[in-house]
């Protein structure tokens, strides 16, 4: 449409290309036997051409049709601040127990939307890891340490 | 990696004073096999008697995948406390020597008690043409690499004893591994592939007459099939099985280890217990750990010997 | 028939034992609350819950998981009566006519009638899945690898062409899914593949961390802005508002019927499932009764799709357990959770555990029973329920979402296989490519692999044997039909069902 580039021919350009490496990196380090006696990159291989295939077609489609797909925006705010909230868990929870990890990760993951106070989000915070540890220590007995890291 | 797991281990964990009150706490065996399973069932069936003599939970744990490497390597990572247990067949023997790059040795574990040791039976699909193993044998080898065996999985006790006595009698076959013997026993019904050397556990459908069974790689005949010959007398010096052991994490202290080997022979020699390895046909002849050990020792010479045959491959 | 009658006794006895009713009822009623809630569909709550499992007996936990999986169908429905959001994204076809009902005032009718309805659906379900899993287990003998083979084909191939937006993309979905699948061990050689010296990897990648990274947490991105935009459900209701019409229930009963028959057929096939089987109902009633109707509030658009909807999820377990394939992504979790609680599926499963087989399907009956007794006193809670703003509620599910993994797999290295894994999700999504057939790929990947390399050591090499056996002609032969369909569709430039394209996120 707008520019030779668009978000269709993009993903056709990406699944070839993913494809075409997956083809060549499988067929280059596992052994591909022979029909009779096939190795364990036969079958990679042949889904990895396939996969080529594919990614050709979605490329061609994408050239032929030239259809405006219905443009979902990238909703970077909640991708970036929940995948951040996610980090900071797996980088606190092996110091400090999956009491603050928890605590971390609903702050963090509080700032993908906007329509609350920062206090309330320590609020809420605060609410979702007393929940964490209530369900998963007092319920469920989970032996993962709450706080630090020893077996607490 | 392993290194440092271990170094924080020493540090938490005061090796002495574990081993005065062992257990004190719930005990995990692990069975790198689905439940149902036949290492499954000695396991379960030994589970109360030990149960009764520790007086503490004994949670059995299936962790099937990768033949048995998966649940092995969970417990050779395991704190060496002897609160986590492997029990398993063959696998992990035969593995040490087929996949030498998996992280994973054998000398992480220590062997502990020999439940005992089976023997593998070679059956037959149903509509095979032949009965004799001497007439199978003699097929074999004229047609070479025709003959379709299936196995459990590569480096299960079936695959090693077929390649054992392809090796004892020099012929080729075509080995057709399968996820499990139940899906491989399926086909040798099926009549898909042509046979298996199976374990003992494939009586009952010998019985009902689903396969049909040649012979059977142990000393003596079989209790519950009195018709089907040995090898040996046939002519063929073919014995062999798997073995069911019990192992530990390799820094496990000796007095655990010790308490480990008490509790294990204590429960396995239960008359009922005793009885039920005895119908299956299992050799569980009394051994000690250092007996253990060595036949662990002989077993993989003999695996070195099929790989430099060239009849294993390690991957 | 009598020996069904008399497994189904046993069954019974099984799934009334006090532990397993209550798990049931656990089970249930947990899904019926996750279904409500918008963003957590089935897979997600599966996984969330699946930690629990863990400690309890086989048998009791497969209980458990069926009442959260149909139990999550039963609530999804809720939130698409009254919000026009599906719970659930299987239940996006109760959004049709269910919210036009709710906005003339009928949403107590239309709760009520769902419910009725889901029960009718699960239960002819139920006696479909009694009757044909004996028969297929006993035939398994006739499925060796070549049919195995085809009839993954078949599944992988129906879920990328009939459910999702573009074929295209579908099958680009189902062949990474599978390439993902193949990380790992090799099970032939024990040959690490695609592990890039990564411990983590070893294991191949994880399931639960897979589902959760990739339903979970981009349905969580995406539903921070898209449930905010909905707005809240508004409504009081009162049990006399519930019940319909004598006009209502006369014009219910025909499409209930159809409804579960298409329900049925829809779920045992595999790679189909509960979504397509609404949509299938959907489109015949309208065919059926007066087209301009519907959309404006038909009952008949509420009852027959959701009979077809829950008569699906339960036949969806004939493959699954009879042959140890899983039809459907939540049936592959299900299938994953067998095997981490040590039960190898297949025809197996039916001879030497016929306890866990038959108490399994008993217990469903029982769980319907009691998301029927349970759903109508209790539409209120739901309803005060969905009041809760999605702000307040989406750090919590990502909590649960974490905390899960973590407690699965006790390693916080699958935390952040977890993150890149949603963010993978997400770019998938924004690409507009469905994940559902990614997971099914995913799990049949490594099976399928060991199949296509059995049939040919076994065949020596001839590709023939993959179409030796009528069973294996029938099904690539419908693989290739429908591929041709797809194409024919897709290059016809006809634009596809488009919410249909948009929901098949699960089924």
């Known amino acids: 449409m707008k520019s030779l580039l668009n978000r269709e021919t993009a993903t056709g350009l990406l699944v070839t290309g993913f494809g075409l490496s997956t083809t060549l990196y499988a067929q280059s380090h596992y052994k591909l036997g022979t029909f009779r006696t096939p190795g364990p990159g036969l079958f990679p291989t042949l889904v990895a051409s396939a996969l080529t295939v594919i990614g050709a077609c979605l490329l061609i489609q994408s050239l032929v049709q030239r259809q405006a797909a219905e443009a979902t925006e990238f909703e970077y705010r909640p991708f970036l601040m929940v995948l951040l909230s996610i980090a900071a868990f797996a980088v606190i929870f092996p110091y400090a127990g999956y009491g603050p990890g928890v605590f971390a990760l609903a702050v963090i993951a509080g700032f993908a939307d906007t329509q609350l106070k920062f206090v309330h989000k320590l609020a809420l915070a605060a609410v979702v890891t007393v929940i964490a540890v209530g369900l998963f220590r007092g319920i469920l007995g989970v032996r993962l340490p709450i706080l630090g890291m020893g077996g607490f | ?315 | 028939m009598d020996s069904i009658l008399s497994n189904a006794l046993m069954g019974l006895e099984v799934a009334l034992m006090p532990t397993n009713l209550w798990f049931c009822f656990l089970g249930v009623f947990l899904g019926t609350i996750l279904g409500v809630i918008p963003g957590i569909g089935v897979l997600v709550a599966i996984s969330l819950l699946f930690p629990i499992t863990f400690h309890i007996e086989p048998v009791a936990a497969l209980v458990m998981l069926g009442g959260i999986y149909y139990g999550t169908t039963y609530g999804g429905s809720t939130s698409s009566i009254l919000l026009n959001v599906p719970g659930t994204p299987s239940s996006a076809v109760a959004c049709l006519d269910g919210y036009p009902m709710a906005q003339k005032g009928r949403a107590g009718t239309a709760l009520f009638m769902t419910t009725v309805a889901s029960f009718f659906g699960g239960t002819v379900g139920i006696i479909a899945l009694m009757g044909f899993s004996p028969m297929i287990a006993a035939s398994a003998l006739k499925f060796g690898s070549a049919e195995y083979f085809g009839l993954m084909v078949l599944g992988l191939v129906a879920a990328s062409t009939i459910a999702s937006g573009s074929m295209f993309k579908g099958i680009a979905m189902v062949l990474i899914g599978i390439l993902m699948g193949l990380v790992g061990s090799d099970v032939y050689t024990g040959t690490l593949r695609f592990t890039f010296g990564q411990m983590a990897l070893f294991e191949g990648i994880s399931i639960i961390a897979l589902a959760m990274g990739i339903f979970g947490v981009s349905e969580v991105i995406t539903s921070i802005r898209s449930v905010k935009r909905a707005g809240n459900a508004d409504h009081d209701i009162t049990f006399r508002a519930m019940l319909p019409t004598r006009a209502e229930m006369r014009a219910s009963w025909m499409p209930m019927i159809r409804g579960s028959a298409i329900g049925s057929f829809f779920g045992a096939l595999p790679g189909t499932g509960g979504l397509i089987a609404s949509y299938m109902s959907y489109a015949t009633e309208k065919r059926i009764g007066r087209a301009e109707e519907f959309g404006k509030g038909a009952i008949q658009g509420v009852t027959g799709p959701e009979s077809a909807n829950n008569a699906a999820d339960q036949t969806a377990f004939i493959p699954t357990l009879t042959l140890g394939i899983p039809g459907s992504p939540t049936m592959a979790i299900i299938l994953g959770v067998l095997i981490i609680h040590g039960i190898e599926p297949g025809p197996m499963v039916l001879v030497n555990q016929p306890d866990l087989f038959w108490g399994l399907v008993m217990s469903f009956w029982v769980g319907n029973l009691m998301l029927l007794v349970l759903n109508i006193p209790m539409v209120g809670l739901w309803v005060r329920l969905l009041k809760i703003p999605f702000h307040l509620m989406y750090p919590a599910i990502l909590m649960f979402i974490v905390m899960g993994v973590l407690t699965t797999y006790n390693n916080v290295i699958q935390v952040w296989v977890l993150l890149l894994l949603g963010a993978f999700g997400y770019v998938l999504r924004y690409l507009g490519f469905q994940a559902a057939p990614l997971i099914l790929g995913f799990v049949l990947g490594p099976m399928m692999e060991e199949h296509f390399r059995r049939t040919l050591m076994l065949s020596g090499g001839d590709f023939g044997a993959f179409f030796d056996s009528a069973i294996s002609q029938v099904c690539l032969g419908s693989a290739v039909a429908l591929v041709l369909y797809g194409l024919y569709v897709s290059f016809s430039g006809r634009a596809r069902r488009g919410k249909a394209g948009e929901a098949v996120n699960e089924g």
């Open chain 2, 1 to 315: 990696m392993k290194a440092i797991f271990a170094a924080l281990a020493a540090c938490f964990v005061s090796s002495a004073a574990l081993a005065e009150d062992f257990p004190s706490r719930q005990v995990t065996i692990v069975v790198p096999y689905s439940a149902g399973g036949v290492t499954d069932t000695y396991v379960r069936k030994l589970q109360p008697e030990l149960q009764k003599r520790w007086g503490q939970t004994i949670i059995v744990e299936n962790k099937p995948g990768s033949g048995s490497l998966l649940g092995a390597m969970d417990v050779a990572s395991a704190d060496p406390d002897g609160y986590t247990i492997l029990v398993t067949a063959y696998g992990v023997i035969s593995n040490e020597v087929l996949m030498p790059e998996a992280p994973f040795e054998l000398s992480d574990l220590s062997p502990v008690y020999m439940l005992g040791r089976g023997s593998n039976m070679l059956i037959m699909r149903p509509d095979y043409p032949m009965d004799g193993i001497e007439e199978i044998t003699a097929w074999a080898k004229e047609h070479p690499g025709e003959l379709k065996l299936a196995s459990s999985g590569v480096g299960a006790s079936p695959h090693i004893a077929a390649e054992l006595w392809a090796s004892k009698v020099g012929v080729d076959y075509l080995h057709i591994p399968y996820q499990g013997s139940a899906p491989s026993r399926l086909d040798v019904m099926a009549g898909r592939v042509d046979g298996m050397m199976d374990g003992v556990s494939s009586v009952s459908y010998v019985r009902s007459g689903d396969i049909k069974a040649i012979a059977i790689a142990a000393e003596e005949r079989h209790p519950s099939l009195p018709d089907v010959p040995t090898f040996r007398e046939a002519g063929i010096d073919f014995v062999f099985g798997t073995i069911f052991g019990v192992y530990v994490a390799k820094d496990t202290p000796q007095a655990v280890q010790d308490e480990i080997y008490a509790a294990f022979d204590e429960a396995a020699n239960v008359p009922e217990v005793h009885e039920m390895f005895v119908t299956q046909g299992l050799d569980a002849t009394h051994r000690t750990q250092a007996e253990f050990k060595e036949i662990v020792a002989q077993e993989l010479v003999q695996l070195e010997g099929l790989v430099e045959e060239g009849r294993l491959t390690p991957q």
